[in-house]
């Protein structure tokens, strides 16, 4: 079975401060890591997407991936009342559907 | 980023009827497409991959019977609900496959459709 881990929180932050989502799957065949942002009663909305180990900058956004631990991250800098949403985190081998993590809501308060 | 619509965005039927839900990739052509379906504060839940111009393949559990899907040429796919009842209420929401090269694609989601069957 493959499966998709995350903390479903809800991750509580200040204003400013720097928000860490945490992800973990199963399958080592994993060959794509995405990460999406669900606002209460919208459909996801791709925020990034990281292929190999390492960091991938986008903006606010850090995607970490480390693959020996079957890890993934997003950090978020500078967190926003608007950034308040579930996050979701998404894998996939070539061909394959996506498979999603229940999602980690978070919340920033201002 | 890539466009995918749906349409319509919400709609209410009566209790046995049939509702048409259409998901268009407006901006690349997708030979793959998923449907989704989510209930309130609960996961996404795969029901079917949608491929051009064979059958949808359909997750356990889900009445293929009951749940139409026709993908007729590489911008769109549709789901039919077909007698749908009250407990078929929820938010359908489809993906879009876009490939990015080699064996790597991302998916692209619509901004859903909202039923609800009196």
């Known amino acids: 079975q493959k499966e998709v881990e995350q903390n479903s929180g809800p991750l509580s932050v200040p204003e400013g401060a720097i928000a860490s989502l945490n992800c973990t799957y199963s399958d080592r065949g994993s060959q794509s890591f995405f990460w999406y942002r669900q606002y209460s009663g919208k459909s996801p909305e791709l925020i990034m997407f990281i292929y190999s180990n390492g960091d991938k900058e986008d903006g606010r956004f850090t995607a970490q991936l480390n693959k020996a631990s079957q890890y993934v991250s997003l950090l978020i800098r500078d967190s926003q009342p608007s950034d308040s949403a579930t996050y979701l985190c998404?894998?996939?081998?070539?061909?394959?559907?996506?498979?999603f993590g229940k999602g980690t809501t978070l919340s920033v308060s201002s | 980023g890539a466009v995918v619509s749906q349409h319509p965005s919400r709609v209410i039927c009566k209790s046995g009827t049939s509702v048409k839900i259409e998901c268009r990739s407006l901006d690349f052509q997708a030979t793959t497409m998923f449907w989704y379906r989510q209930f309130p504060k609960q996961s996404l839940m795969l029901m079917a991959t949608s491929n051009e111009g064979s059958k949808a393949t359909y997750e356990q559990g889900v009445e293929k019977d009951k749940f139409l899907i026709n993908h007729a040429s590489l911008t769109l796919s549709t789901l039919t609900v077909t007698s749908a009842h009250p407990e078929d209420s929820s938010f359908y929401i489809c993906s879009a496959r876009k490939t990015s090269g080699g064996t790597r694609w991302t998916q692209y989601f619509g901004p859903g459709t909202r039923l609800l069957v009196l």
């Open positions: 998404a894998v996939n081998q070539a061909g394959t559907a996506l498979i």
